[in-house]
């Protein structure tokens, strides 16, 4: 199958186009002269990409839209399609971010808000666009994951549980397109270079906890990912999993030793607890409501 996908005729539509890997897969995909959409919401990133992508040939597209508004994407998208008058053939939902924050003291609208980008997001534009995926006997839809969705960590309850839960509708995606014309391919990328750790917003005690410095930074280019998915969409492959040789090992000890692994988990995380103990000590001490909320 390899080198058969005539790229030049495909319409791929990227969330998260405006940065990190999205942006990434939109430049080399614009070198072969995909045709693209682009979603974002920082209108200078998506005018300078869609600019270079056109400089490199490709009929290019920006859509500047936030996912966690889904009420009005069915019509944004209908006004979209009707201009290009062809429809997306390849479906990349790279749009997600992490706001860490503590179960206990992180509001429910994060939560709620978080799972609208990275989980309800996906499912939504699957829906828009798989009817004419099947109709015209092929598609492509790229899901992008996390290790994140191997083991929950403390304080990233909201983006590992919107992971996990992409992770679970991937699967059965993929279950119900089994000997249809549209595949699927799950991607864990494991730890890249973008904005995904400054883009970090903290909430509740970790406001102050400055969590992105702690989280380690990688050296592995988003470029690495992008060349893996193309060659996977090209082979007809159905995963990539980038994830460390830790993260794989913790993924199958988790399974047959979930204890160890929490008490593992627990350990690496040794400095963000105590930090948790003098936080709470700290605001469990002041006679008013807020310290009331936590004793
Ligand atoms: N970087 C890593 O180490 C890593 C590891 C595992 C998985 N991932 C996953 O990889 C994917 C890509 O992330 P990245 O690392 O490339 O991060 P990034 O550089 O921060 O890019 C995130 C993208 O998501 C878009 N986005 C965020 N909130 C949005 C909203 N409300 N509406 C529309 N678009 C929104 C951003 O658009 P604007 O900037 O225009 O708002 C941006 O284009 C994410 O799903 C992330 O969870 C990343």
Not at 170 to 178: G, I, N, W, Y
Not at 256 to 282: C, H, T
Request: glycine share 6%.
């Amino acid at each position: 199958m390899r080198n058969r996908l005539k790229w030049k005729e495909q319409v791929a539509f990227i969330t998260g186009a405006s940065s990190g890997l999205g942006r990434s897969l939109a430049i080399e995909l614009s070198k072969r002269k995909t045709t693209l959409i682009l979603l974002g919401r920082n209108p200078s990133s998506l005018d300078e990409l869609k600019k270079k992508c056109t400089e490199n040939g490709s009929a290019s597209y920006s859509l500047r839209y936030d996912l966690t508004n889904l009420d009005s994407f069915s019509d944004v998208y209908g006004k979209i399609i009707s201009k290009i008058k062809k429809n997306p053939t390849l479906l990349f939902n790279c749009a997600g971010y992490n706001p860490p924050g503590f179960i206990m003291d992180t509001p429910v609208n994060v939560f709620e808000e978080n799972f609208r980008v990275n989980t309800f997001a996906p499912v939504l534009l699957i829906q828009q666009m798989l009817p004419k995926m099947l109709k015209n006997n092929f598609g492509v839809i790229v899901n992008i994951m996390s290790s994140g969705m191997y083991h929950s960590f403390p304080g990233m309850g909201s983006y590992c549980s919107s992971k996990m839960a992409l992770a679970a509708l991937h699967e059965s995606l993929k279950t119900e397109l089994d000997g249809t014309s549209v595949r699927t391919l799950y991607v864990n990328p494991g730890a890249f270079q973008s904005n995904y750790f400054q883009n970090m917003r903290p909430h509740g005690a970790l406001q102050t906890y400055n969590f992105q410095s702690k989280v380690a930074a990688s050296v592995k280019k988003p470029e690495i990912v992008v060349e893996k998915i193309i060659s996977a969409i090209e082979d007809g492959g159905d995963e990539i999993d980038l994830s460390t040789w830790k993260d794989k090992i913790g993924c199958h000890l988790n399974y047959w030793m979930p204890r160890f692994i929490d008490k593992m988990i627990v350990k690496s995380n040794k400095a963000l607890l105590e930090y948790r103990d003098k936080y709470f000590q700290r605001i469990s001490h002041k006679k008013n409501s807020v310290g009331k909320k936590y004793q």
